[in-house]
């Protein structure tokens, strides 16, 4: 496989060792999903969002030597993060726009019926297209948050923020992404 070819080759100083081979899988490989589904919200195209896990996932073998945490999680979509933001950076710079393709980026659902498909998929392409409105600051936390089940903490880790903000987006992300899918915004708790 080309994508375990090139993590054997990646590394700065040359493939890792068996036993930094086997730490690596521990503790960043079982992440790829999480990577994958925070690079697919974030670059919002799925050829783009495999690429930029995999650059991520070579910039993780090469700098892997110097992970001191115990989160592999945190640290690898922290990369993942800086990856895509370096992405999107270069495609504005460059003036591409990719266009969002809702086939590309659903699951397929367990079919129930045609009107609970037609429901079901609805319902997805108002929130997708809800989410997509929504500044990048405050989709990052929803996915990481709402998707992905991180913690505050483990947010902060990977955007860099401090929790109080990670808190904050969370919460103004939340009451935006409510509005624009017209629910009706509570009043201050």
């Not at 040359?14 to 690596?24: C, D, E």
């Not at 670059?43 to 495999?50: K, L, P, S, V």
């Not at 995999?54 to 945190?74: E, I, K, N, P, T």
């Amino acid at each position: 496989m080309k994508k375990e070819r090139d993590l054997e080759t990646a590394g700065a100083q040359g493939p890792l060792s068996a036993l930094a081979q086997a730490r690596f899988d521990h503790s960043v490989m079982n992440h790829l999903a999480a990577a994958y589904n925070l690079a697919r919200y974030l670059m919002r195209d799925a050829d783009e969002a495999q690429d930029a896990v995999q650059d991520a996932f070579l910039r993780a073998v090469r700098h892997f030597g110097g992970f001191r945490g115990v989160d592999g999680r945190a640290w690898l979509l922290r990369i993942v993060r800086n990856t895509c933001f370096t992405r999107l950076a270069k495609r504005r710079s460059g003036g591409a726009v990719v266009e969002f393709d809702e086939e590309e980026h659903t699951s397929e659902a367990r079919a129930a019926g045609p009107e609970q498909d037609l429901a079901r998929t609805r319902a997805s392409e108002s929130l997708q297209a809800a989410l997509d409105r929504l500044a990048l600051e405050f989709r990052e936390v929803l996915v990481l948050r709402e998707l992905e089940g991180m913690s505050y903490k483990e947010i902060a880790q990977v955007t860099g923020a401090p929790i109080g903000t990670v808190m904050s987006r969370l919460a103004r992300g939340r009451e935006r992404l409510a509005a624009a899918l017209g629910a009706p915004v509570r009043g201050g708790d």
